[in-house]
Each structure stands twice: as structure tokens, then as C-alpha cells.
């Protein structure tokens, strides 16, 4: 079964961190450049960041520049977003995707089409 898991997620209070992994199943990663995305609770779903296959280059978005960091490990077939200076507005469900990095921000997949069930991140005191 060819399927994206998710996991890392939890609660944690503001200014702390989390590192959330994306590990595939069923086929090999090495090919792919993955996006990570969230949804928080009644709200649109919102691109966070994207690891390229070719060169590992990486992208945020302004809202987490400078607090995660995503990056990938093939050997392992997972790709990790690191988290830090959490805020609670980091608060939602965290998925991955298979995502072409560099394109419009506005056209990542929805949470409904990512490959797995995602991950709760609940940032509060």
C-alpha cells in the first residue's frame, strides 16, 4: 500500500518545539519533493514549507522563516519538519505531500488529498 504517515504531533507549550516526520510506504521517496501543510479548525489549509528531490532545496513560508526547518533523509525514506518557537497559532493538523517546490503556494494540495491522516500539533499553555 503506497501511502504518506505522518507522526510527532502533540501538545507543547509556546516557545517550545516538536519534530514531525513524514515517512513513506510502499515506494521510495528519493524522487519526490514533499510539502508539508496544516490545517488549523475552521480554517483553510495553509502551505508551511517544501524539500525539493534534485538538490534539497528547501522553502518557507514568511509565517515559520526562521523557526522550522524541513529537511529530508533517503536512507531513511522520511522527511522531517523541524519545529521551534512554536506559537499557538502553529496550532492545527500537519500533513505532507508530494508538492513541486517553487510553485504558487496557492496551489498546494488540500488536506484531502495528502496520502495520510496527518498529524495534531496543539501549541498552548
Known amino acids: 500500500q503506497v501511502q504518506l504517515v505522518e507522526s510527532g504531533g502533540g501538545l507543547v507549550q509556546p516557545g517550545g518545539s516538536l519534530r514531525l516526520s513524514c515517512a513513506a510506504a510502499g515506494f521510495s521517496l528519493d524522487a519526490l519533493a514533499i510539502g508539508w501543510g496544516r490545517q488549523a479548525p475552521g480554517k483553510e489549509r495553509e502551505a508551511v514549507s517544501c524539500?525539493?528531490?534534485?538538490?534539497?532545496?528547501?522553502y518557507y513560508v514568511n509565517s515559520v522563516k526562521g523557526r522550522f526547518t524541513i529537511s529530508r533523509d533517503n536512507a531513511k525514506n522520511t522527511v522531517y519538519l523541524q519545529m521551534n518557537s512554536l506559537k499557538p497559532e502553529d496550532t492545527a493538523v500537519y500533513y505532507c505531500?508530494?508538492?513541486?517546490?517553487?510553485?504558487?503556494?496557492?496551489?498546494?494540495?488540500?488536506?484531502?488529498?495528502?496520502w495520510g491522516q496527518g498529524t495534531l500539533v496543539t501549541v498552548s499553555s
Open positions: 524539500i525539493s528531490a534534485s538538490d534539497g532545496k528547501t
Open positions: 505531500v508530494p508538492f513541486k517546490c517553487g510553485s504558487s503556494w496557492n496551489d498546494f494540495p488540500q488536506k484531502g488529498e495528502a
